[in-house]
């Protein structure tokens, strides 16, 4: 891509962006920016959130830099497809990942085609992630040379403790040929002192905690809002005794420890939530440990595949996978369903925790992210 392409850089108001937008302009990009408004607290009813300090901290990091700076209004796509989807999915008993949506039909989706219709040639993120074009992983072509048109491999982020890729695990290979991870080399210290020494304004703000765009809420304050109340019994597993009682399976999800609520009243053990009943509304429950019935799984099923690799396996083969942001790759068998395109068995190497129906499994090769699916 030449120097002159126009990029839009979605500015947060976090540093991670600012630095993104930073160092596109210093490689001669032409750069502009925006914030995309997508969840407000319209209501004021779930506690602050920073949206009007973030718009300013984005438009302070824009007229620092000179760039053009705009907000886009993406609410109402937002609500339609991220919302809607996370409250359809904790209805269902299902642990929904908001942020791996929305990066997929958000940013790298309504956003890109905004951006596409008004000109723009690609979209930068301040994700930890790297793109480049699948020859020169292979080692074929100079990643400067003109010959790097894509298609497109997406590796992790330089800084292991921010790689950032398990949250692109189900985008696509025409919307990575749109994006670009300008801070995906560097390591966050160096990110931070590139930050100071330019000037950004936001240079020593801390980095969000948050779920995508709903801020720095807290998931069960967003669920108490939002879902109404189910409640039901809290049973132990291994011999269905009844605990006590939980407000709605949706506050729960596998492997989940704190907050259930019930004292184990036995040294050392605490219970972990280990499955969840649709019948009788019951949150299943067990002493922690290798042996708590459901907690641990061999092998899984996941569906909804969506692969970034042009080659993605149409038969069985070794592969990794991140069972969750934030753990390590592991090895696994990946076997296609014959009959389903995007559906596949799972086998791991060694037993899983947790592994909680509607949350994302990301399969690697080596570093390079290949694609994604849903447990089922
Ligand atoms: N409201 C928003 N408007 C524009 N871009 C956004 C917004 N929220 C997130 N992004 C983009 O998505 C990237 C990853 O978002 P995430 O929420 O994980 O932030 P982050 O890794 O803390 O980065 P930052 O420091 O830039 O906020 C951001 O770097 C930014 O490019």
Redesign the pocket.
């Known amino acids: 891509m030449s120097s002159s392409s126009r990029i839009l850089v979605?500015?947060?108001?976090?540093?991670?962006?600012?630095v993104?937008a930073l160092q596109l302009q210093r490689a001669g990009y032409d750069v502009e920016a925006?914030?995309?408004k997508?969840w407000i607290n319209e209501d004021e009813i779930i506690g602050d959130c920073p949206w009007q300090q973030?718009i300013t901290d984005a438009r302070a990091v824009a007229e620092h830099l000179g760039i053009p700076f705009r907000v886009v209004n993406l609410m109402q796509e937002y609500r339609e497809r991220v919302v809607a989807y996370l409250l359809d999915g904790y209805q269902r008993g299902l642990t929904p990942n908001p942020d791996v949506m929305c990066n997929r039909d958000i940013?790298f989706g309504v956003f890109a085609q905004w951006a596409r219709g008004h000109g723009f040639d690609a979209v930068a993120?301040?994700?930890y992630a790297q793109r480049r074009p699948l020859d020169a992983v292979a080692g074929v072509v100079d990643p400067g040379s003109p010959a790097a048109a894509g298609p497109f491999a997406l590796i992790e982020g330089a800084d292991p403790n921010k790689d950032?890729t398990y949250f692109l695990a189900l985008m696509s290979q025409a919307q990575l040929a749109l994006a670009r991870f300008p801070i995906g080399h560097l390591q966050k210290p160096e990110l931070r002192r590139l930050a100071a020494e330019a000037g950004l304004p936001n240079a020593t703000k801390k980095?969000?905690q948050?779920i995508?765009?709903i801020g720095q809420i807290k998931m069960a304050d967003f669920l108490r809002e939002y879902v109404p109340d189910a409640p039901g019994p809290i049973v132990r597993a291994t011999d269905d005794t009844v605990l006590g009682e939980h407000r709605g399976l949706h506050f729960y999800t596998l492997g989940q420890r704190r907050g259930i609520g019930i004292p184990s009243n036995t040294d050392g053990k605490a219970y972990v939530v280990v499955g969840k009943r649709a019948a009788d509304r019951a949150l299943l429950v067990a002493f922690d440990g290798p042996d708590a019935p459901g907690l641990h799984q061999s092998e899984v099923k996941v569906h909804s595949l969506r692969w970034n690799t042009p080659t993605p396996p149409t038969t069985a083969t070794d592969l990794e996978g991140k069972v969750r942001y934030r753990d390590p790759r592991v090895p696994l068998h990946f076997s296609p369903d014959p009959d389903d395109p995007t559906a596949a068995t799972i086998s791991f190497r060694d037993p899983q925790r947790g592994l909680a129906s509607g949350q994302i499994l990301a399969l690697y090769d080596g570093p390079r992210l290949l694609g994604g699916g849903v447990y089922l």
């Open positions: 979605a500015l947060s108001g976090g540093v991670d962006s600012a993104a925006a914030y995309m997508n973030d940013k993120t301040g994700h950032q980095d969000s948050g995508c765009f």
